[in-house]
C-alpha cells in the first residue's frame, strides 16, 4: 500500500459509516461530539506549542519575520490569522505574513494541482526575500503536501527556523522541519474533510500561537489588546473603554485623551499616567517589545 493509499484509508471513522442513513439529530450530535474532542487532542501537544512560541519570539525580537505556508483549507486558515494581527496588534502587515498554494485566486476557489508543485512554495519564500532570522510555519492537516514540504525545505537550505503544524499526529512534513506540532483529532466524521475537525484544530493553534506571540512581545495588557488599530466604530469603543479601565477615567475624559493621540490606546493611557506631551506619549508607544506595564514602570 503506497504512503497516499495509507493515509487515506486511516481517515476512515468506524463511527460514522452510516452518516448518510441518520437521523439529523443524530448527525449534528456526532459532529460536535468530535468537535469537542478537538481541544483535548491540542492539550497533549501545549509544550511543542510552547517552543514554537519561543522560537518566534527569539527570531523577531532579532528582526525576523513569521511565515504561515499551506494548500486548500490549512493555507486559507494561515491567512485568516495572519490578516487579523496588524489591526489587533497594531504590528506591521509584513510580521506576519502567508503563503498559499494557488496564491489569492486559491482564497475563495480551489485551484487544482497546486498542492503537488513543489516548485511554487520556494519561489514565493523567495520572492519574500527569507532570510535565517524568519520563521516557517508549514501547516498540512495530513502531513505530506509536496508544496509544503518543498518550502521547508528551501526554508532550512537559507538557515530560517521551521515549524511543521500537522493534526493526524506525526507525519512525513515532521521530517522537513526543526520542530513538529502534531495533535491527532482523529479520523474526521465526514472522511477525508480537513476542513473539519483538522481545519478547527489549526485555527485554535494558530490563534493561539500568533497571540501567545503578541503577548510575550509585549502588545497585550492584562487581557486587552492595547495596540489596537481603533479605525471602527465598535473598536474605538472598545479603546475608550480600555483608556477608562486603565487609566481609571470617566469616559469623556477617555475620550479626549483618545483624540490628542489619534486613538491610539497604548499613548493615551501613557500620556494620562506619565502627565507626558502627545508627541512623546506617541514616541514611547511606537517603541517596540515593550510591555505597556514596564513602560508605566519606567516612566514613574
Same mark, same amino acid.
Given at each position: 500500500?503506497?504512503?497516499?493509499?495509507?493515509?487515506?484509508?486511516?481517515?476512515?471513522?468506524?463511527?460514522?459509516?452510516?452518516?448518510?442513513?441518520?437521523?439529523?439529530?443524530?448527525?449534528?450530535?456526532?459532529?460536535?461530539?468530535?468537535?469537542?474532542?478537538?481541544?483535548?487532542?491540542?492539550?497533549?501537544?501545549?509544550?511543542?506549542?510552547?517552543? !514554537? +512560541? /519561543?522560537? $518566534?519570539?527569539?527570531? @523577531?525580537?532579532? =528582526?525576523?519575520?513569521?511565515?504561515?505556508?499551506?494548500?486548500? %483549507? &490549512?493555507?486559507?486558515?494561515?491567512?485568516?490569522?495572519?490578516?487579523?494581527?496588524?489591526?489587533?496588534?497594531?504590528?506591521?502587515?509584513?510580521?506576519?505574513?502567508?503563503?498559499?498554494?494557488?496564491?489569492?485566486?486559491?482564497?475563495?476557489? !480551489? +485551484? /487544482?494541482? $497546486?498542492?503537488?508543485? @513543489?516548485?511554487? =512554495?520556494?519561489?514565493?519564500?523567495?520572492?519574500?526575500?527569507? %532570510? &535565517?532570522?524568519?520563521?516557517?510555519?508549514?501547516?498540512?492537516?495530513?502531513?505530506?503536501?509536496?508544496?509544503?514540504?518543498?518550502?521547508?525545505?528551501?526554508?532550512?537550505?537559507?538557515?530560517?527556523?521551521?515549524?511543521?503544524?500537522?493534526?493526524?499526529?506525526?507525519? $512525513?512534513?515532521?521530517?522537513?522541519?526543526?520542530?513538529?506540532?502534531?495533535?491527532?483529532?482523529?479520523?474526521?466524521?465526514?472522511?477525508?474533510?480537513?476542513?473539519?475537525?483538522?481545519?478547527?484544530?489549526?485555527?485554535?493553534?494558530?490563534?493561539?500561537?500568533?497571540?501567545?506571540?503578541?503577548?510575550?512581545?509585549?502588545?497585550?495588557?492584562?487581557?486587552?489588546?492595547?495596540?489596537?488599530?481603533?479605525?471602527?466604530?465598535?473598536?474605538?469603543?472598545?479603546?475608550?473603554?480600555?483608556?477608562?479601565?486603565?487609566?481609571?477615567?470617566?469616559?469623556?475624559?477617555?475620550?479626549?485623551?483618545?483624540?490628542?493621540?489619534?486613538?491610539?490606546?497604548?499613548?493615551?493611557?501613557?500620556?494620562?499616567?506619565?502627565?507626558?506631551?502627545?508627541?512623546?506619549?506617541?514616541?514611547?508607544?511606537?517603541?517596540?517589545?515593550?510591555?505597556?506595564?514596564?513602560?508605566?514602570?519606567?516612566?514613574?
Amino acid at each position: 500500500m503506497s504512503e497516499l493509499s495509507s493515509t487515506i484509508n486511516k481517515e476512515q471513522n468506524i463511527e460514522t459509516k452510516q452518516l448518510s442513513e441518520l437521523p439529523l439529530m443524530t448527525v449534528l450530535e456526532l459532529i460536535n461530539s468530535h468537535d469537542a474532542s478537538v481541544a483535548l487532542s491540542i492539550n497533549k501537544v501545549l509544550p511543542d506549542v510552547a517552543k !514554537a +512560541v /519561543e522560537i $518566534i519570539v527569539t527570531q @523577531i525580537k532579532q =528582526g525576523g519575520r513569521l511565515f504561515y505556508i499551506g494548500a486548500g %483549507t &490549512s493555507g486559507r486558515l494561515g491567512v485568516l490569522d495572519s490578516a487579523e494581527c496588524p489591526p489587533t496588534f497594531g504590528t506591521d502587515s509584513s510580521l506576519v505574513q502567508s503563503i498559499i498554494a494557488g496564491g489569492d485566486d486559491a482564497m475563495l476557489a !480551489a +485551484v /487544482e494541482n $497546486i498542492e503537488d508543485c @513543489i516548485e511554487s =512554495g520556494p519561489a514565493k519564500l523567495q520572492q519574500c526575500q527569507l %532570510t &535565517s532570522l524568519d520563521v516557517v510555519l508549514g501547516i498540512a492537516a495530513s502531513g505530506r503536501t509536496p508544496f509544503v514540504i518543498s518550502a521547508l525545505d528551501y526554508a532550512r537550505h537559507i538557515g530560517s527556523k521551521t515549524i511543521a503544524l500537522s493534526t493526524r499526529g506525526l507525519g $512525513i512534513i515532521s521530517q522537513h522541519a526543526d520542530l513538529s506540532i502534531a495533535p491527532d483529532v482523529g479520523a474526521e466524521v465526514l472522511a477525508g474533510s480537513t476542513r473539519m475537525k483538522s481545519g478547527t484544530a489549526q485555527k485554535m493553534l494558530l490563534g493561539m500561537i500568533s497571540t501567545s506571540v503578541m503577548i510575550q512581545l509585549g502588545k497585550v495588557h492584562g487581557n486587552l489588546m492595547v495596540d489596537v488599530k481603533a479605525n471602527n466604530q465598535k473598536l474605538r469603543t472598545r479603546a475608550n473603554y480600555m483608556v477608562q479601565h486603565i487609566c481609571e477615567v470617566d469616559e469623556l475624559t477617555a475620550i479626549n485623551l483618545l483624540d490628542t493621540v489619534n486613538y491610539n490606546v497604548r499613548a493615551a493611557v501613557l500620556l494620562h499616567s506619565l502627565d507626558t506631551s502627545p508627541s512623546k506619549a506617541l514616541a514611547l508607544a511606537a517603541q517596540p517589545f515593550q510591555s505597556l506595564k514596564q513602560q508605566l514602570q519606567q516612566g514613574k
